[in-house]
């Protein structure tokens, strides 16, 4: 209508209205479903190529004012830690809000937003599991619960932590729907955190003598059971059952213990259950503190 004048339009980012769908979604996606439930913090560092550690830049760098708008393919994925986190937020978002293949939920409020793939996200993934709803227990979704810490020690094995050797991650979920692709009805055996499949021959070392360790050798195409252990179990239900299960369907087992307790409860029953030098070398036994300690003298 004539003398009506309107507002100007917002201006919008170059991307206004897409939704596409990039190799770094299907990347970052899969690793959610994988895991179950991912804390944003860690999906960050996961979204990084290089999977570098998040920083925390001096002020006056984070602070620097960047230009708005247009597209920014010449930008990284950010190293600073809080621009790191906003950056994933966005983009878990999207999955959320946009693409709906996702749910999001944040627990604590001193603490990051996790994520989960739902029926959508998994359908689209082309993942045959079923959809796993966030826990009735908040305390589950914890940094210090199981759940972030086989996160992060997944994590920290893809950086080469532990002397992992190059390889790729078989998570948990494909484990047990393979387990039950064989035979519903089979006793199923025991199932590890992950599984690292080597993809290149590499070692680790095992403690024989103070100061020795020596080099067990790792083969493209090997099984390393992956274990993150932060309570005590019983010390029998280790010897008779977990162990032998381990050896008999994988060919190696690294254990990451959340305590000293825990780590001398498996260095004694590594010593007393199993037989032989040959298959106490297969089981690796570490801490999970960042300065990993070597495994005792138990032969």
């Known amino acids: 209508m004539a003398g009506i004048r309107?507002?100007?339009?917002?201006p919008r980012r170059s991307d206004y209205g897409r939704f596409e769908y990039t190799l770094r979604d299907e990347r970052l996606q899969t690793i959610v479903a994988q895991q179950r439930f991912l804390s944003l913090d860690l999906l960050a560092d996961f979204a990084d190529p290089e999977l570098r550690p998040a920083i925390d830049e001096p002020k006056e760098a984070?602070?620097?004012k960047k230009k708005r708008g247009g597209k920014r393919d010449d930008i990284g994925w950010p190293l600073d830690r809080k621009k790191r986190l906003h950056a994933i937020t966005e983009l878990v978002r999207r999955w959320e809000k946009k693409q709906g293949y996702v749910e999001t939920w944040k627990p604590w409020e001193h603490e990051c937003a996790w994520v989960r793939?739902?029926?959508?996200?998994?359908?689209?993934?082309?993942?045959?599991?079923?959809?796993i709803p966030f826990p009735d227990q908040r305390k589950r979704l914890l940094t210090s619960s199981h759940a972030y810490q086989v996160n992060k020690r997944r994590l920290a094995l893809a950086r080469g932590s532990a002397n992992a050797p190059k390889h790729e991650w078989i998570c948990e979920r494909a484990i047990l729907y393979n387990q039950l692709k064989q035979d519903p009805e089979m006793i199923r055996a025991h199932r590890p955190d992950g599984v690292l499949l080597v993809k290149a021959d590499g070692f680790f070392p095992f403690k024989v003598s103070d100061p020795t360790s020596e080099k067990i050798p790792l083969k493209a195409g090997q099984h390393i059971a992956i274990e993150v252990e932060l309570n005590r179990k019983k010390f029998a239900r280790i010897g008779e059952g977990i162990l032998p299960s381990l050896l008999r369907n994988y060919d190696y087992a690294w254990y990451f213990c959340g305590n000293q307790e825990v780590y001398d409860t498996l260095i004694a029953a590594r010593r007393d259950?199993?037989?032989?030098?040959?298959?106490?070398k297969r089981i690796r036994i570490l801490l999970?503190?960042?300065?990993?300690a070597e495994e005792e003298d138990d032969e």
Do not use: F, I, V
């Open 273 to 280: 259950y199993l037989q032989t030098n040959a298959e106490r």
């Open 6 to 10: 309107h507002a100007p339009a917002e």
């Open 288 to 292: 999970l503190e960042e300065k990993l």
């Open 117 to 131: 793939m739902n029926a959508a996200g998994l359908l689209n993934l082309g993942l045959p599991w079923s959809e």
């Open 62 to 64: 984070s602070n620097t």
